[in-house]
Nanobody, 121 residues
Framework: VQLQASGGGLVQAGGSLRLSCAAS???????LGWFRQAPGQEREFVAA????????YYADSVKARFTIARDSAKNTGYLQMDSLKPEDTAVYYC????????????????WGQGTQVTVSS
């Protein structure tokens, strides 16, 4: 199953974007995670959701601004990003893990290609 992230773009600070992560077939992981990577920086955990129960986990930097969700019928995950800040600028990746709500990139074994999010000040 391949994952494909989409929905990135250019937005002004304070604006919103919704990213989507579509699976090419039935999502087979336990957890869907979103990560981001800014130039010259390590990949950073953003949010995760368990596919079956919908339990969620957020990085402190995005808590109360971002919302992760999934639609099992569509095999698609989402990341609603509100109140965007310039420091949210990065390439955003979605990934699947067999682990429960993990924030560690090494525990994700299926990665989609990234989508660029740029927040202007």
């Amino acid at each position: 199953v391949q994952l494909q992230a989409s929905g990135g773009g250019l937005v002004q600070a304070g604006g919103s974007l919704r990213l989507s992560c579509a699976a090419s077939g039935t999502f087979s992981g336990t957890t869907l995670g979103w990560f981001r990577q800014a130039p010259g920086q390590e990949r950073e955990f953003v949010a995760a959701i368990t596919w079956s129960s919908g339990s969620t986990y957020y990085a402190d930097s995005v808590k109360a601004r971002f919302t992760i969700a999934r639609d099992s019928a569509k095999n698609t995950g989402y990341l609603q990003m509100d109140s965007l800040k310039p420091e949210d600028t990065a390439v955003y990746y979605c990934a699947a893990s067999p682990r429960f709500l993990t924030e560690f990139p090494s525990r994700y074994d299926n990665w989609g290609q990234g989508t660029q999010v740029t927040v202007s000040s």
